[in-house]
C-alpha cells in the first residue's frame, strides 16, 4: 500500500473513531470473499463467517437462518439483491424495494416526512408512523434491528446486499417481524485498497455525490473504511400559494467502520453512521372535498372576514397534483445515526458465538400542513426523539458431522422515546364564537407523550437432516416486553374545556395519564425440507409472528382513558419450490402461503357519548390472507438476462370488532392484489473491452387502498359525507404501470470508469402513495409519487 493510501485509511479511522465516543462492540468478517458452506450451513473450520455475497456466480449466499448457505436450498421465501443489482435496478432507498420484490409495498411520505416509511408484505404492516406503534416489518442493519419506522427509507449508499424475508420470522428474528424481514449487510473494510467516487446530476437541479474508500490499516490484521453522501434537489412538487419548489432533498450521512480480521479464530466490526435531513415536508394535494357544516361556519365566520378572497373549494385542486396551495408550516428535519458492533469467535470447527451491540437515536421534526390549503384549518408540528441500546449473544453449533445445525440466543433491547405534539386547529374561529377570550388565544392541542419498551427474549432453532435430501427444522422463541406510558394533554387554555365536554372526558385536560403493561409471546417454527433433485428443492414451514401491543399516543385518545391495544400475531403455512433449470440458464422459484391474521392494529375511528368522533388505535378483528409468488432470472445467451417477479394476494376480513368504522367488505390497505415487476438487460462487450449495457425495467400494481374504510357515501339529507357508502374514497389509488431505463457504459471489466444515463417513471405517471380523509372537515387529502426524472452519473474507481 502507498503512502498516500495510507493516509487516506488513517485518516477515514480517525473520524470512524471520532464517530464512536466510549462505545465498544464487534461484528463478523475479513474479506470480500464468501467460504465454503457445510451441509449445515456453517463456514468450514478454519474460516470465520464472511459477509454475504450475491454476486459471486449463480450461487447467491443468504444469512436468512442466521447461518451463511445458498438461496436455493433455504426453505423460506427471500429476496437477495447484491450491489451491482441495486445499481442496475435503480433501488437506490429501501423505497424502490417495491419494485424488485414480490408481495413487498413499500411507502413514504406518511405525515409529510419523505423519511417515514410504511412497509407491508404480503398485506401485514403498519400505517402508523408514531414511535408507540410498532411495524410489523423488521428492518435490521447488520444484525441490528431497528425500532422506529420514522428514519427507515435510508439510501443504498454503502449496502453489500439486502435480504427481504416474506412471511412471519417471529423465531430468529422476534417480535414486530409478523409480516417478514428486511435485513441490511453493508459492505466491510477490504484487505486491498479501494475507493469511488459518483457524482449525479439531474432534472429538479438534483445534484448527488458519493465518496468511499477502503483498505487495510495493517495488512491482514486490520481494515478501515469510510463512506460519504450528499443529496440535493429543489423538489418536484411547488406550491402556487407559496410560490416555490416543495419536497426537496437535502440530505448528508456519513458512514465509518473498522473491522479486525488478523485472526482465523476471531473477527471484530465497528461501524458508526450518521444522517442527516433539513428539508421541505412533501405536500398534501386536495383529492376530495364533500359538504361540511363545519368548514362552512369556519368559511363565514373567519375566511370571509380574516381571509377575503379565499375558499375551499375545487379551486384549490390543481390539475397536476403535484402543484398544491397550501399556506402552513413546512419544516422536515431529521438527524438519526448510532454505532454498532459485531464479534464472532470460533471457539472450535463446530461452535461459534457472536456478540451483536448497538446505541442509535434519532430526532425527527416535522411541521405539515394537514388541509391542503392556504386556511389555517389543521396544522400539525411534531417533535420526536428516540433511542435505543440492544444486546444478542448467539451460538451455532454443529453435530453428528454437520447434520446437525443449532442456531440459539438471546436478546435484550431498552427503548426511550417522546413525543411533543401542537396542533392549532380552526384558528380564529373560537375568537369570533365565544366572547370571554379577549387574549385570543389559540385553540387546539398541545400534549407529551414519553413511552419506554425494555424487550427480552431467548430463541432455538435446529436443523436436522435426516438424509442427505431429507432434512427438518423446528424453533421456539419466547419474548417477554414492558411497556411504561404517560401523556399529557395539556390543550390549549381556549380549548380545554371545550375537548373534554365535545369527547365525552371524563379526565380534566393537563392530567398526566400514566400506565404500564407487558406482552409476552411464544413464537414457535417448523419445517420439512426435500432437495428432489441435484436443482431441486422443495420445502413447507409452519411460522408464527407477533407484533407487540401498545398505547395510543393520539391526544384525544387519552381523555377517555389510557387507551392500549393488544398484540397482532399471524400464522402461517407456507410451501415452496425453488429450481435451477436448463443447465441453470433458467431460475425459478415459486411460493403458496395461507396466513392467519388476528387481532390486527389499525387506527380507527371511536364515537364518545356526545357523539364526537376521535381517532383511537385499536384492535380491529381478523383477516385471512393466501397468496402466491413468482421469482425468476432467464440468462439464455451470454450477456442477456431478464429478471422478473410477480404476486397474487388475496387479503380478506374475516371478523371485525364492534365499534370500527368498516364493514367486513372493506379492503386492507397498501395490499395491492397483483404484483407484477420484469426487468431485461443485455451487456454488449466492444472491441476495446469496454462494456454498453442497456436496462429497462417495468413495475405493475394493480388497485392499492390508503385508508380504512374504503368508502363513503352521503348522508340522507346529502349535506355530510359518512364512512361507508356506494362511493370509493378518493385516496384509492387505481392499477398503474411504472417503467424506468438506464444506459451504462463502463471502460473495463474492473468498472474503472462508468457513464450512466438514467430515466425513472419514464412516461410521468401519476399515483398516490398515502392518503387520509376528514370526513368531518370535509376532504381528503393524499401525496403522490415522485414525477419522472433523469439524468447522469459518472463513477471513478481506484484500486
Known sequence: MTTRHRTILLASAAVATAMTPGMVAAQTTPSSDVPATSAAGMAEPGEVSAEPDVEAGREIVVTARRVNESLQRTPIAITALGADQLRDRQVASVADLSSVV????????????????????????????????????????????????????????????????????????????????????????TNDFSAVVEGTLGNYWRRDIKGAVSGALIRDQLGASLTAVSRNEDGWGYNRYLDRHVGNINMQSVRGSLNYFGSSAFDYYLTADYTRRRERSRPFAIVGIYPSGTRDLYQ????????????????????????????????????????????????????????????????????????????????????????????????????????????????????????????????????????????????????????????????????????????????????????????????????????????????????????????????????IQFQAARNAFFYFTYAKGFKSGGFDARPLAGLVAPSAFEPETVTSYEAGGKFDLFDRKLRLNLAAYSMSYNDLQVTAVQSQPSGVSVNITRNAGRARIRGVELETVFEPTPGLQVQGNASYTDARLREIASGVPFTIDDKLVNTPEWIVNLGVQYKAEMSDGSTLTPRIDYAYSSSVYNELPNTYGLNAAGTAPVANGPLDLPTKQPPYSLVNARLAWSSDAADTWTVALFATNLFDKRYKTYGFSSLGVGYSLAYYGAPREFGLTVTRRFQ
Open 102 to 189: 414480490p408481495s413487498l409495498h413499500v411507502t413514504g411520505g406518511s405525515a409529510g416526512s419523505a423519511s417515514n416509511a410504511q412497509f407491508f408484505i404480503r398485506g401485514v404492516g403498519q400505517s402508523d408512523f408514531l414511535p408507540t406503534a410498532d411495524p410489523a416489518v423488521g428492518v435490521y442493519i447488520d444484525g441490528v434491528y431497528i425500532a422506529r419506522t420514522t428514519g427507515n427509507l435510508f439510501d443504498l449508499a454503502d449496502v453489500a446486499q439486502i435480504e427481504v424475508l416474506r412471511g412471519p420470522q417471529g423465531t430468529l428474528f422476534g417480535k414486530n417481524t409478523s409480516g417478514g424481514a428486511i435485513s441490511v449487510t453493508t459492505k466491510r473494510p
Open 300 to 527: 363565514r365566520r373567519v375566511v370571509d372576514s380574516q381571509y377575503p378572497g379565499l375558499s375551499y373549494t375545487s379551486a384549490l385542486m390543481a390539475d397536476d397534483p403535484h402543484e398544491v396551495y397550501t399556506g402552513g408550516p413546512d419544516a422536515n428535519d431529521l438527524d438519526v445515526g448510532g454505532v454498532s458492533g459485531i464479534g464472532t469467535w470460533k471457539v472450535s470447527p463446530d461452535f461459534s458465538i457472536k456478540s451483536i451491540t448497538a446505541f442509535r437515536a434519532q430526532r425527527a421534526l416535522t411541521q405539515v400542513d394537514y388541509d391542503g390549503s392556504p386556511l389555517p384549518i389543521a396544522d400539525y408540528e411534531r417533535e420526536i426523539h428516540q433511542s435505543q441500546v440492544s444486546q444478542e449473544l448467539q451460538f451455532n453449533l454443529s453435530a453428528f458431522d454437520g447434520r446437525l445445525n443449532l442456531v440459539g440466543g438471546g436478546f435484550f433491547q431498552h427503548e426511550w422515546a417522546t413525543i411533543d405534539n401542537y396542533q392549532p386547529t380552526l384558528k380564529g374561529l373560537y375568537d369570533v364564537l365565544v366572547v370571554s377570550n379577549p387574549a385570543q388565544k389559540p385553540f387546539g392541542i398541545r400534549a407529551h407523550v414519553r413511552q419506554t419498551n425494555d424487550s427480552y427474549a431467548g430463541y432455538a432453532n435446529a436443523t436436522f437432516e435426516i438424509t442427505d435430501r431429507l432434512g427438518v427444522t423446528a424453533g421456539i422463541r419466547y419474548s417477554s416486553e414492558t411497556k411504561d406510558f404517560s401523556q399529557v394533554a395539556d390543550y390549549l387554555e381556549a380549548s380545554r374545556s371545550i375537548f373534554v365536554t365535545a369527547t365525552g372526558g371524563t379526565l380534566p385536560a393537563g392530567t398526566k395519564l400514566q400506565t404500564q403493561r407487558t406482552f409476552n409471546s411464544t413464537t414457535p417454527t417448523a419445517g
